[in-house]
């Protein structure tokens, strides 16, 4: 059974915990410390709001120690304009160097990555890296036999994306379908859980928006995804874990070419309810 740890000496009997605990199931009664209410103690999804809310550093949970959390630095935080830019400067990347990607550097983007809110801090998002050239090939290809057979049974997809583009491409030696990116990351979950679709995606923005700071480039690998879910032969390429299913996938790699301009795009749709 789950239970708070406080530091009686630390806590200012604030309240500041109780406040911003997601489940309402920390109470304060009398003066006394916080403490997880009676009888609902297995509600507690270990998101660590009430740790890291603490300006005092008094209390902790039993999987998730003070010294474990390091405080935040204000001093690293972006600023408005620095986030305006750093969002607007991210672009898909899609011809990349022939250099392999460090698995170091992938591995430290997943770090960051998994941070990325869950539903009910329920972190079942899993990783998929095809770090091997030789591999993404062979997955290509089967996209490709994908987008063939679309294009023989006249599905409106390949109308609409003119396919037999693709195809052709494909064909003259070239990868429409992966980029020549050195490397793929595979975001993957259980079928069974509702919200993996959007706990993936969520998961992967935040790696591709920090893909750039370690001098990497992504792209998100949209024909792969579409034939992960249909392909047979791709999902027991994957070989993913029984009773789990590809949610999305970014390529990354090192960009060929810079990028020295910030376009333009639509004004944003808005409508106000106040």
């Known amino acids: 059974m789950r239970h708070i740890n406080v530091d009686q000496e630390k806590c200012r009997h604030d309240g500041i915990c109780t406040a911003v605990c997601p489940m309402s199931i920390i109470e304060m009664k009398d003066g006394s410390v916080p403490q997880l209410a009676a009888g609902v103690e297995d509600l507690c999804i270990t998101c660590g709001h009430c740790v890291a809310v603490c300006p005092h550093g008094a209390l902790s949970l039993d999987e998730m120690k003070v010294a474990e959390c390091p405080p935040v630095k204000v001093e690293l935080s972006l600023g408005s304009e620095q986030a305006a830019q750093f969002f607007r ?3 898909s990347i899609r011809v990349y160097q022939d250099k392999a990607v460090e698995r170091e550097k992938l591995a430290r983007l997943i770090d960051m990555a998994h941070y990325a809110p869950t539903g009910t801090n329920s972190q079942q998002v899993q ?4 770090n091997s050239r030789e591999r993404l090939h062979a997955m290509g290809a089967m ?6 057979n679309l294009i023989t049974a006249g599905h409106p997809l390949a109308v609409a994306y003119r396919l037999e583009r693709s195809v052709a491409a494909w064909e003259a030696g070239k990868d ?3 980029r020549g990116a050195p490397a793929l990351v595979v975001a993957h979950a259980p079928k069974s859980y509702a919200l993996a ?3 993936s995606a969520i998961a992967l923005t935040f790696l591709d928006l920090a893909a750039p700071t370690v ?3 992504t792209c998100w690998a949209g024909f792969f995804m579409m034939a992960a879910a249909q392909v047979p032969e791709l999902r ?4 993913l874990p029984e009773g789990n ?19 333009t795009r639509k004004e944003a749709a808005v409508s106000w309810l106040e």
């Open 197 to 199: 679709q959007v706990d």
């Open 143 to 148: 996209v490709i036999d994908m987008l063939r």
């Open 89 to 91: 400067s991210r672009r």
């Open 215 to 217: 001098g990497l480039g």
């Open 245 to 263: 299913a590809c949610f999305g996938a970014l390529m990354v790699g090192y960009p060929k070419y810079g990028y020295h301009r910030l376009p």
């Open 127 to 130: 990783w998929l890296v095809v």
């Open 176 to 178: 429409p379908v992966l």
């Open 236 to 239: 027991e390429f994957l070989a």
